[in-house]
């Protein structure tokens, strides 16, 4: 079911919307599953050298395979815009079938 609507949406859809609230919700933040999310918050407010590009991806793979079942991560890219929009590229596999996902955790993320 889509969080914004209600509707209900196809199983690709529904991935990529639980991969955008995972990778943008803090650790810690959810009362009752303080577990719950990513490190890419924290992270993304850094400065994007090298380094910090590499703690997002792990970050990312982390959150990915702890939390989403549904999809297995093949690689992960950044793609940064301007002011402050950040956006990282899931490609994956789901259901033997590739997919490539891309998920806003910069300025323009919010669900």
């Not at 803090?26 to 990513?38: K, N, Q």
């Not at 793979?61 to 950040?86: F, K, M, N, P, S």
């Not at 490609?91 to 806003?104: I, K, R, S, W």
């Amino acid at each position: 079911m889509s969080a914004r609507t209600g509707r209900s949406m196809s199983r690709l859809a529904h991935i990529q919307q639980s991969l955008a609230d995972i990778l943008t919700t803090p650790i810690g933040s959810r009362v009752m599953r303080r577990e719950y999310g990513s490190e890419v918050p924290e992270l993304i407010d850094q400065p994007l050298n090298g380094a910090t590009v590499l703690r997002i991806y792990a970050a990312t793979a982390y959150a990915v395979l702890r939390w989403e079942h549904r999809i297995a991560l093949t690689g992960v890219q950044l793609e940064r815009g301007q002011d402050g929009q950040a956006t990282l590229i899931l490609d994956g596999t789901t259901n033997e079938q590739g997919v490539q996902l891309a998920v806003p955790v910069g300025a323009e993320a919010s669900l």
